[in-house]
T-cell receptor, first 108, second 114 residues
Framework: RKEVEQDPGPFNVPEGATVAFNCTYSNSASQSFFWYRQDCRKEPKLLMSVYSSGNEDGRFTAQLNRASQYISLLIRDSKLSDSATYLCVVMDNNDMRFGAGTRLTVKP | EPEVTQTPSHQVTQMGQEVILRCVPISNHLYFYWYRQILGQKVEFLVSFYNNEISEKSEIFDDQFSVERPDGSNFTLKIRSTKLEDSAMYFC???WGTGNQPQHFGDGTRLSIL
């Protein structure tokens, strides 16, 4: 069975901290990768796509290691508003598979 | 910013009844999807739809489920003979393409089966 695995957390960090989330996927043929965030009882919202060369969007950095089938998300200078569940998402053809999510709480 | 809209936001139904969940995808998107999320669990893929037909479906999407695009804007999920375990959030999503094109989600319909 193809799976996407994430550390469920929770991660409790102070404002301004740097926090990193990891994700592994089992299907070596997976084509596309994303990080979504989900607030409690809300819909998943796209945070960023993950590219092979790694990519950065403000305080967020995503990395992909195809050989190890591993994806990471780094959040720098974390803010209270970053508190959410972060979902690792792997696309196989048209089939989007979600990890169970890593819960982050940023505290003042 | 264009968005995916879903109705109703909350549906309460007696077990055994049929429900229809409605979605209006983003207007220039070509691919449509349904997902469900049981409370406290992960988001699960149900079905993808392109060019007026199902392109992929998961093992969850059995004969109890069907999808339809009855007109140029709506995309519906029908669940027949609902069971208690069908209670979940149902999310519709759409994308312009596949591959590295991300999917954009509606804010979901909470389905409660009594």
């Amino acid at each position: 069975r193809k799976e996407v695995e994430q550390d469920p957390g929770p991660f409790n960090v102070p404002e301004g901290a740097t926090v990193a989330f990891n994700c592994t996927y089992s299907n070596s043929a997976s084509q596309s990768f994303f990080w979504y965030r989900q607030d409690c009882r809300k819909e998943p919202k796209l945070l960023m796509s993950v590219y092979s060369s790694g990519n950065e969007d403000g305080r967020f950095t995503a990395q992909l290691n195809r050989a190890s089938q591993y994806i990471s998300l780094l959040i720098r200078d974390s803010k209270l508003s970053d508190s959410a569940t972060y979902l690792c998402v792997v696309m196989d053809n048209n089939d989007m598979r979600f990890g169970a999510g890593t819960r982050l709480t940023v505290k003042p | 910013e264009p968005e995916v809209t879903q109705t109703p936001s909350h549906q309460v139904t007696q077990m055994g009844q049929e429900v229809i969940l409605r979605c209006v995808p983003i207007s220039n998107h070509l691919y449509f999807y349904w997902y469900r999320q049981i409370l406290g669990q992960k988001v699960e893929f149900l079905v993808s739809f392109y060019n007026n037909e199902i392109s992929e479906k998961s093992e969850i999407f059995d004969d109890q489920f069907s999808v339809e695009r009855p007109d140029g804007s709506n995309f519906t999920l029908k669940i027949r003979s609902t069971k208690l375990e069908d209670s979940a959030m149902y999310f519709c999503a759409s994308s312009w393409g596949t591959g590295n094109q991300p999917q954009h989600f509606g804010d979901g319909t909470r389905l409660s089966i009594l």
